[in-house]
């Protein structure tokens, strides 16, 4: 069965520093990843995804991912973090069943001036 | 476009009673996932509906079903509320299954007393 893993339950970064949230993942297949931002009381936003192809992807709010198949992880990293980006960070595998995405137990992202 | 649309917003049940909840995906999409967030367990998917038909079903009771019609729309219901059910209920949609982006409504949060 696949499994997603994020190790960091909270992470405290001061604005302008750089960031890197953990994700690892259990996944018989080439797996097709995602991470998704959660603000408090909203839904989920996707941030970028991996399917195949170049292992550093691009996404919005500034934000990358590279996908390290040896290592069965999918780090997300940005350069300079900001206020506005103190949330919840999910990371999830999609099954090969379906649209079924299965998820980490979320990062809590705070940002200290 | 529009975004997933979700209602209704909040909801209060007693146990025992029934609850619909309600998801319009994104025009043009026919895939609908429904997931329930909760502090203990995080985010599990309930199920998948793709033309009408329910394509996966997550690891809940039978008290948790849904439905989806010609135009997509989807709706879940939970009867015999417990107080374990208390969650925030989220409606995904996706253009077709398989592993397919997924985009989230804002949620309905439920809380059962």
């Known amino acids: 069965a696949q499994s997603v893993t994020q190790p960091d339950i909270h992470i405290t970064v001061s604005e302008g520093a750089s960031l890197e949230l953990r994700c690892n993942y259990s996944?018989?297949?080439?797996?097709?990843l995602f991470w998704y931002v959660q603000s408090p009381g909203q839904g989920l936003q996707l941030l970028l995804k991996?399917?195949?192809?170049?292992?550093l992807v691009q996404g919005i709010k500034g934000f990358e991912a590279e996908f390290k198949r040896s290592q069965s992880s999918f780090n997300l990293r940005k350069p300079s973090v900001h206020w506005s980006d103190a949330a919840e960070y999910f990371c999830?595998?999609?099954?090969?069943?379906?649209?079924?995405?299965?998820f980490g137990g979320g990062t809590r992202l705070m940002v200290k001036p | 476009k529009a975004g997933v649309t979700q209602t209704p917003r909040y909801l209060i049940k007693t146990r025992g009673q029934q609850v619909t909840l309600s998801c319009s995906p994104i025009?043009?999409?026919?895939?609908v996932s429904w997931y329930q967030q909760t502090p203990g367990q995080g985010l599990q998917f309930l199920f998948e509906?793709?033309?009408?038909?329910?394509?996966n079903k997550g690891n809940f009771p039978g008290r948790f079903s849904g439905r989806q019609f010609s135009n997509s729309r989807s709706e879940m219901n939970v009867s015999t509320l417990e107080l374990g059910d208390s969650a925030l209920y989220l409606c995904?949609?996706?253009?077709?299954?398989?592993?397919?982006?997924?985009?989230f409504g804002p949620g309905t949060r439920l809380l059962v007393l």
């Open positions: 995904a949609s996706s253009l077709k299954t398989g592993q397919e982006t997924q985009y």
């Open positions: 996944y018989g297949a080439t797996p097709y």
């Open positions: 991996y399917f195949s192809g170049d292992t």
């Open positions: 999830a595998v999609a099954s090969d069943a379906g649209n079924m995405l299965t």
């Open positions: 025009s043009g999409h026919r895939s």
């Open positions: 509906y793709f033309s009408e038909t329910q394509r």
